[in-house]
């Protein structure tokens, strides 16, 4: 080992740094599917500080022995970012648990980046407010969801957890505490580095607290569950939806036999009993009438293209139900899954992208569950194990990289690069652009000690 242990200690605390393996094991992996899950490396010590002070003595302290430290939020990420794949520090930020203020005259929550997502979520629902994004895994941490500039499911409407970042403090890798932006809906001052922060992956700072914006809660939501036949008429309704002006809080995309499956797995029922392929329609609003007059406008719309049956869900827990089933696709598909993608192609591509992945399945004799956020472009291929057993993940994974950059796409959407999307970046020919991001890099962490080998390329 080549970390002062001693040090560490005196830094955080004798309970809170953790050498024995079996007492970290579950801390050396991530949700990322086993196929393609980066394997830890042998001597860790994992540390958890209370604090950004600890947090900047733990990083001075790596900084000079160039000890490589790796962060860990939730632990929820299915690309391989928080796994510590070279010998050093693993730094787990759990114990930055406090939700210090929900304030409501600046519509602002103040969390630190240990808190559980569905902690900061019940906190600012109590509070009367909204949180609009909702990224799918409740037990991610605030942090790691900055870290990764997550999306979810409510991105069509109000975007994603950029656009609700308004203030970080987060300590750099040489140790300084940096405090960026605040409670401030306008911030002019300077390059921005609190915007560069978000999605950085955790390779310029460890982000130790964050000022959210929220909003008012609407009053009023209805669910519509719209069945069709094939996909094609499903796919088909969403730009017409968007076009019509009713901007859904979420439009979701899920075949039968997928979304069963998350039903079966969580001892649930899929409301549905007909068709094959379902939009899923989240409508908000002030007043009954107007979630009401929304739904009318989108059935019409989705009947208007074949749609066979519409359901439609008011009652708040046949709600929460039905988006819980949705959320809990990937646990359900798991254990034969070899790889989640989270191709990004522009919205009205979506359905050409899918007949895409159908054809490449088709070839390679296959099957490829996908489901994603119709409305927003970002879909999920689930690459499955016979592939990886087959010896084809890596080529069938670059097709459908292949097909969705030849229609202005990207090969990351939410999920972020990880270790897991790092190999396939040279399918982005513009050199110039990663060389200005390793600049950076080296600007902020000039000994390369924070989460080296994940999320650069
Ligand atoms: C069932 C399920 C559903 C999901 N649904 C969605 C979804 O709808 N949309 C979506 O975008 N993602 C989704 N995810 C993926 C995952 O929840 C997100 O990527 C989330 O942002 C990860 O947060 P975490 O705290 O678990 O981070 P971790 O997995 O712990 O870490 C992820 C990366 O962030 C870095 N990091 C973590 N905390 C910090 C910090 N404080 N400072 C700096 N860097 C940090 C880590 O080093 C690592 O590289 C889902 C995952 C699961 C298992």
Redesign the pocket.
């Known amino acids: 080992m080549t970390t002062n242990v001693t040090r560490l200690r005196e830094i955080v605390g004798e309970d809170w740094v953790i050498t024995r393996r079996e007492q970290m094991e579950s801390y050396l992996v991530?949700?990322t599917a086993l196929a393609v899950r980066p394997e830890p490396a042998k001597n860790v010590v994992l540390v958890k500080p209370a604090s950004a002070a600890e947090i900047a003595g733990i990083l001075k302290l790596a900084n000079g022995e160039q000890t490589p430290v790796?962060?860990?939020?939730?632990?929820?990420?299915?690309c391989g970012?928080?796994v510590p794949t070279a010998d050093g520090i693993l730094l787990s930020?759990e114990r930055?648990d406090k939700i210090e203020e929900v304030d409501r005259d600046n519509l602002m929550v103040v969390v630190e980046?240990?808190v559980p997502f569905g902690a900061m979520l019940k906190a600012v629902e109590d509070a009367g407010l909204f949180f609009p994004p909702?990224?799918?895994?409740e037990?991610?941490?605030?942090?790691?969801?900055?870290?990764?500039?997550?999306?979810?499911?409510r991105a069509i409407k109000y975007g994603?957890i950029r656009n609700f970042v308004k203030g970080l403090e987060?300590v750099v890798p040489t140790g300084e505490i940096l405090t960026l932006g605040g409670k401030l809906l306008k911030n002019n001052q300077g390059l921005d580095l609190l915007h560069l922060m978000i999605n950085?992956?955790?390779i310029l700072?460890?982000?130790?607290k964050v000022i959210f914006r929220l909003c008012p809660r609407f009053s009023h939501s209805g669910t519509l569950i719209v069945s069709y036949d094939n996909r094609h008429d499903a796919i088909d309704s969403v730009p017409k939806i968007l076009q019509s002006g009713v901007i859904p809080l979420a439009i979701e995309f899920i075949e039968r036999d997928v979304v069963e499956m998350s039903a079966t797995h969580l001892g649930m029922k899929w409301p549905a009993t007909k068709g094959q392929a379902y939009l899923l329609v989240i409508l908000t609003g002030d007043s009954e009438d107007e979630v009401y007059a929304q739904g009318e406008k989108v059935s019409g719309i989705c009947e208007q293209n074949g749609c066979t049956d519409i359901l439609i869900a008011e009652r708040r827990e046949e709600q929460a139900a039905i988006l819980k089933i949705r959320?809990?696709v990937?646990?359900s598909l798991k254990k034969n899954v070899a790889d989640v993608l989270d191709i990004t192609v522009p919205p009205a591509s979506i359905g050409i992208m899918m007949d895409r992945v159908d054809e490449i399945a088709r070839r390679y004799d296959t099957t490829i569950p996908t489901y994603g956020h119709a409305g927003d472009g970002n879909l999920h291929p689930h690459v499955m194990n016979d592939l990886a057993e087959r010896g084809l993940l890596r080529e069938v994974k670059r097709e459908i990289y292949q097909e969705a950059i030849r229609l202005g796409g990207v090969i990351t959407g939410?999920?972020?690069l990880?270790t897991v999307r790092l190999p396939d970046l040279d399918l982005y020919p513009d050199g110039k652009t990663w060389e200005l991001m390793r600049g950076i890099k080296n600007v902020f962490d000039p000994n390369h000690i924070l989460?080296p080998g994940?999320?650069l390329y």
């Open positions: 991530d949700e790796f962060i860990r939020g939730g632990g929820t990420g299915i970012g928080a930020t930055l980046s240990g909702h990224p799918g895994a037990n991610a941490h605030v942090g790691g969801l900055v870290a990764l500039n997550a999306g979810g499911v994603v987060v950085s992956g955790g700072g460890v982000i130790t959320s809990e990937y646990p939410e999920h972020g990880g989460n994940i999320g």
